[in-house]
């Protein structure tokens, strides 16, 4: 194989606007299921919602199999936690044999190394359906994201519930990248981020699927400023370069969060063909041409709400991607198991200049949230009917609500939680349904009196709300933890510990569990 940088300065020709096959030949065209960010896991001690991220994977693999897949193609986040609990690795075992062991042969062909990527010491491949003592229907392939990629520093290295997986015959774990924790540390020119491919041919069509599991963005952008992020292209063989469809999967943000937290959408080199973009979670399944380069971009979103915003209310789909010589299309499959969502706002000064509520009125206020969040009730369940037409009544899931309530001219504003104790039976989230919030103001920076701790500056925030305003599980919602971190961590006077390294050791001893993550 040849390398080739992966980098988006070359603007390359206008895509064809041709997503789409002409004539399927069954024999030559690969269909793959496409999902990612199941968060499998989830709330899961929750007694409404704690089973809905499995439910919508069992729903998932049902798909894949009443569609007679060749495989299903997952771009990270499989568990919400970075160590999923015994019960969510049970399931989750348990759902994959169901599904995906079987006696239905394998249509396609494996052209690369079946033993690349696979476990050290051990004799079995890493594809798990290359292994003779399993019986594999529909192998499945994922990368790992943000939220359980590896960590750890035990003799096997870092490990993450993929790997487990993987060995465990049930999965096919790639896109695993080893990186030197010290950016400064020097390069032998070997290192940085490899991406080697998985090669496939059914019939005369040829695919090479590259995978990159979550990196920190920061980390990524320095990787790529570096030209350390090289791609492996096939080489030799009866198949030429250009005859590969090549598939790139990856696990970051796509939308802007701060200083280098995101990856450009044309960074990519011009042999990709598709992009399938995990992380973000609003579904945006259907293929979007990039400006200026030849591949395009599919976005399909979470299988489940793991939040209340906006991105989390659109309608969640799946989809197959068909693949056929250099053609593709992607059929949209909407969810049937997801709860429903909705959220809505309201600003309180326009309500009253309308004459529905009283400012000065705290009751009236609390009545005109009330009659807000029973229209957002009915409208989901009218959502569920037309979704799940042949479902009874009883059957439907409770619903996720979310007001969003500009607050900045009223006078008095009842508990949010108290509020919330009215449509206990009626709603999933009864606790956070309201959401206060009041327009910045525009004041001068204070002066740090304290340096010690850090400032409570407006970029610890997401979104344009006061912090002042919002209930407690709104503001640790917000608030971004690696912000506040450096932020103390400046105000320090650091003599032996790193900056940057002692951020990210925190980081992951907070939100990974990892014990290894800080040592003398």
């Avoid at 959408?265 to 945006?284: M, N, P, T």
């Avoid at 991105?311 to 593709?328: D, M, Y």
């Avoid at 690696?482 to 001893?509: C, I, P, S, W």
């Amino acid at each position: 194989m040849v390398t080739r940088l992966l980098q988006g300065n070359e603007a390359g020709d206008e895509p064809e606007p041709n997503p789409s096959i002409a004539q399927q030949n069954p024999d030559n065209c690969f269909r793959i299921l496409l999902a990612t960010d199941n968060h499998i896991g989830y709330a899961e001690k929750d007694p409404v919602r704690g089973q809905d991220a499995i439910n919508t994977f069992r729903e998932i693999l049902e798909i894949a199999r009443d569609a007679d897949v060749d495989f299903i193609l997952l771009a990270g986040d499989l568990f919400h936690e970075n160590r999923p609990s015994r019960a969510c690795m049970h399931q989750t075992i348990a759902l994959l044999r169901e599904y995906t062991l079987g006696d239905r042969p394998v249509s396609f062909e494996l052209m690369s190394d079946p033993y690349d990527g696979s476990a050290p010491g051990f004799s079995f491949p890493a594809v798990n359906y290359e292994d003779p003592n399993l019986n594999i229907a529909i192998p499945v392939f994922s990368i790992h994201g943000n939220h359980d990629d590896p960590q750890g520093t035990g003799p096997e290295g870092a490990l993450c519930a993929l790997d487990v997986l993987s060995v465990s015959g049930v999965l096919n774990y790639f896109g695993k990248v080893d990186l030197v924790a010290d950016e400064a540390q020097p390069d032998d020119g070997s290192k940085g981020i490899q991406i080697k491919p998985i090669l496939l041919r059914k019939g005369d069509t040829h695919l090479a699927m590259y995978g990159v599991g979550n990196v920190r963005d920061a980390r990524m952008h320095y990787e790529l400023r570096s030209n350390k992020v090289k791609m492996f292209m096939p080489e030799g063989g009866d198949v030429a370069e250009d005859d590969w469809f090549n598939v790139l999967l990856i696990h970051q943000n796509r939308l802007k969060h701060g200083p280098q937290q995101s990856v450009p959408e044309g960074l990519f080199d011009d042999s990709i063909r598709l992009v399938v973009w995990g992380h973000e979670h609003d579904c945006r399944i259907t293929p979007e041409a990039v400006e200026g380069k030849n591949y395009w971009i599919t976005q399909p979103g979470s299988s489940v709400a793991t939040s209340l915003a906006p991105g989390e209310a659109l309608p969640k789909h799946v989809g197959i991607l068909s693949v056929q010589g250099s053609q593709f299309q992607i059929a949209e499959i909407p969810l049937k198991t997801v709860r429903p969502f909705k959220m809505d706002e309201v600003f309180l000064s326009y309500a009253a200049e309308q004459g529905a509520l009283n400012l000065e009125d705290k009751d009236s206020v609390t009545n005109y949230l009330r009659i807000q969040v029973e229209g957002l009730i009915k409208e989901a369940m009218s959502e569920w009917k037309d979704r799940n037409p042949s479902a009874k009544k009883e059957d439907m899931m409770l619903p996720l609500i979310r007001l969003k309530v500009e607050t900045s001219d009223a006078k008095e504003m009842t508990n949010p939680v108290r509020f919330g104790q009215q449509f206990v039976g009626k709603v999933a989230n009864p606790r956070d349904i309201l959401q206060y919030y009041r327009k910045k103001k525009v004041a001068e920076r204070k002066v740090k009196n304290n340096p010690d701790l850090p400032d409570e500056e407006d970029e610890e925030w997401e979104g344009d709300d006061d912090p002042s305003a919002l209930t407690t599980s709104d503001r640790l919602a917000k608030l971004r933890m690696a912000t506040l971190v450096k932020q103390y961590l400046q105000a320090q006077n650091l003599e032996v510990l790193v900056e940057n390294g002692m951020e990210d050791a925190v980081m992951r001893f907070v939100e990974k569990d990892d014990k290894d993550a800080i040592k003398e």
